[in-house]
């Protein structure tokens, strides 16, 4: 395979290394896109730590020169931001995408735009599970309709530091769980960009943004990140509660989410889909 990934950061370099360890071969070539003024840092970490990925890497600076290396399929993991610019034309160019930004979908022109670019250029938009569990049964009951789908995320206080949390409880000094906001998926995903992408995600599967409940609550004793939701339709009733560790380096991702992309690539390559 020839993979290219949007963004370097710590889901990045998480999904790299566990490519390294779970591959029963190296990639065919790897290409990174980054920031300019990264560029040569970013190459040489991934010559340094990750040169057994693949057979060649190569590091670039836009969607264009991502798209001259021929990718396979392309990983976004680089925030809302990078689904505009690198997102929109790899789909356009009929490339595959798998998308960690879901939030970014809150947005309902830019997620028609999604829309339109992959049908446009015959590629598919990748949503992968991230930190929740169950979205195959959500999905699945959505087709019958009348979902009734709401979503608790509570996170340690830490995690919710530069958000619109920290104007609304003093974070640093809570001593029990408290609830920021309540309203509806896509406000969550807007506003919590960094830390709604379940919402997201639960919404897409299920009724929608508007029609899915959302709670986001700092507590500062959450084992990890812990996501909770109920769903009640026509054909089933389920609860779910999911405690995930957050990610090394990053308090808002839980690692889960990275196991998740992990998975779709595996399913790509592998002879069995799961």
Same mark, same amino acid.
């Given at each position: ?10 889901? =990045? ?6 490519? @390294? ?5 190296p990639? *065919?070539?790897?290409c990174v &896109?980054?920031?300019?003024?990264f560029?040569?840092?970013?190459e ?14 190569? &590091? ?12 396979d ?7 809302h931001g990078? !689904?505009?610019?690198?997102?929109l #034309?790899?789909? %356009? ?13 809150s947005d309902a022109?830019?997620?028609?735009? /999604? %829309?339109?670019? =992959? @049908?446009?250029?015959g ?8 930190? !929740?569990?169950?979205?195959? /049964?959500l999905?699945a009951?959505g *087709? =019958?309709?009348?979902?009734e789908?709401?979503?608790?995320g509570?996170?340690?206080p %830490? ?6 949390a920290?104007?609304? !409880?003093?974070?640093?000094?809570l001593?029990?769980a408290?609830t920021?906001f ?6 969550a ?6 830390n709604?992408?379940?919402?997201a ?6 009724g929608g943004?508007?029609?899915?409940? $959302?709670e986001?609550? =700092?507590?500062?004793?959450a #084992?990890?990140?812990v996501?909770?939701?109920s769903? $009640? @339709?026509? /054909?089933?009733?389920?609860?779910? %509660?999911i405690?995930?560790? #957050? ?5 808002k991702t839980?690692?889960?989410? $990275?196991? @998740? !992309?992990?998975?779709?690539i595996?399913n790509?390559?592998? #002879?069995?889909?799961?």
């Amino acid at each position: 395979m020839r993979l290219g990934l949007i963004g370097f950061g710590n889901i =990045a370099g998480t999904l790299l290394d566990l490519l @390294s360890k779970t591959l029963d071969a190296p990639l *065919a070539h790897l290409c990174v &896109v980054t920031l300019p003024e990264f560029a040569a840092e970013t190459e040489a970490r991934l010559q340094a730590e990750f040169g057994a990925v693949a057979q060649d890497i190569s &590091v670039v600076g836009d969607a264009e020169a991502l798209l001259a290396e021929k990718p396979d399929l392309v990983v976004e993991c680089a925030g809302h931001g990078a !689904v505009v610019a690198h997102v929109l #034309p790899v789909l %356009r160019a009929g490339t595959d995408v798998i998308m960690v930004s879901i939030g970014a979908l809150s947005d309902a022109a830019l997620e028609a735009d /999604l %829309r339109a670019a =992959a @049908s446009a250029g015959g590629a598919r938009l990748v949503l992968p599970a991230g930190a !929740v569990g169950g979205i195959d /049964l959500l999905s699945a009951l959505g *087709a =019958a309709g009348g979902l009734e789908v709401r979503y608790r995320g509570s996170k340690p206080p %830490r995690a919710w530091t530069g958000t619109p949390a920290e104007a609304a !409880v003093d974070l640093a000094n809570l001593t029990e769980a408290t609830t920021f906001f309540t309203g509806n998926a896509r406000e969550a995903a807007r506003d919590f960009p960094k830390n709604a992408n379940v919402a997201a995600t639960l919404a897409l599967a299920g009724g929608g943004f508007e029609a899915t409940r $959302v709670e986001l609550v =700092a507590d500062p004793a959450a #084992p990890g990140n812990v996501h909770e939701y109920s769903v $009640v @339709s026509p /054909l089933a009733k389920y609860s779910m %509660r999911i405690e995930n560790l #957050p990610s090394a380096g990053n308090a808002k991702t839980s690692v889960s989410t $990275v196991y @998740s !992309v992990l998975r779709e690539i595996r399913n790509r390559i592998g #002879p069995v889909a799961i």
